[in-house]
């Protein structure tokens, strides 16, 4: 939960010479508002904290594209 992840990174925060965040968005979100949305939880998640994050890694990478699933147009 989100409170939880709060608590983690208030605790980590305390030993880490450098904090970091990972998560992953999905295998295939394709579309930009996965991003945005996992980057504005992730944001409240460390503002909630109030710790300063060193690295932010949202994982995973580009889609594959499958012919019965083409991607959507940016």
Do not use: C
Not at 45 to 72: C, E, K, L, R, W
Request: hydrophobic letters at 45%.
């Amino acid at each position: 939960s989100a409170e939880d992840a709060t608590e983690i990174l208030r605790e980590a925060r305390r030993y880490a010479d450098e904090l970091g965040v990972s998560f992953h968005v999905g295998s295939q979100a394709m579309k930009p508002t996965a991003w945005w949305t996992a980057m504005a939880d992730v944001s409240r998640i460390i503002i909630a904290a109030s710790v300063t994050v060193d690295i932010v890694d949202v994982g995973g990478g580009f889609p594959s594209i499958y012919a019965d699933n083409p991607p959507p147009s940016l």
